[in-house]
């Protein structure tokens, strides 16, 4: 996969030295073995998902337990997400980290496509969590027993700054078979 030469949107300005790197990085031969196949990707997908919500739980418990050592299995955790996160970014070719101007018109509406997914699933998760609240609400309870609203803005903030790039990593698709040279 080459750099695109086109001008950035607004201007002429040139991929930077980090633009240049990044781009290096998330088009690395040498991770395509680990994202190469649909199942290979939600399998990511899933352990990043499972990931991220260890953690929330992690912190969740850290804040009501108010124990010091919970810190351990969050420091844990945080490792292999990082890691996920890297699988996923790697396996979208950077969609969602590079900069505008180092995508091709394909990988823009493919970075489109999936924010848009993101934004109807995002919107539907929090419709389901209002809808939560408030057939709570009518039926006598003050919210939901022993959690905090703040931890509900804290799920909620996770989930739609996440949805993109777990999109992106469902909606990505397959390399192409290399073409033989026969004779």
């Known amino acids: 996969m080459t750099q695109p030469t086109r001008p950035a949107f607004g ?25 190469a196949t649909a199942a290979r990707r939600r399998a ?5 998902v499972a990931l991220t919500g260890a953690t929330l739980a992690s912190v969740t418990l850290l804040y009501a337990l108010d124990d010091a050592w919970l810190i351990a299995p969050l ?8 890691v996920a996160t890297g699988f996923l970014n790697g396996g979208t070719r950077g969609l969602l980290e590079l900069r505008t101007r180092m995508l091709d018109e394909r990988q823009l509406a493919d970075r489109d496509r999936a924010r848009a997914v993101a934004h109807r699933a995002a919107t539907a998760l929090l419709a389901l969590a209002a809808a939560v609240f408030v057939l709570g609400e009518a039926a006598g309870a003050d919210g939901l027993p022993g959690v905090p609203g703040v931890w509900v803005l804290v799920y909620a903030l996770a989930a739609v700054w996440l949805m993109p790039l777990w999109v992106a990593g469902l909606q ?12």
Not at 44 to 48: I, K, L, Q, S, W
Not at 75 to 82: G, N, Q, S
Not at 172 to 183: H, K, V
């Open 11 to 35: 201007g002429t300005k040139q991929a930077t030295k980090h633009d240049r790197a990044m781009f290096r990085l998330m088009n690395d031969p040498a991770g395509r073995p680990v994202f």
């Open 44 to 48: 990511v997908v899933a352990a990043h």
């Open 75 to 82: 420091a844990v955790l945080l490792v292999p997400w990082m």
């Open 172 to 183: 990505a698709r397959d390399e192409p078979a290399e073409e033989s040279e026969d004779g």
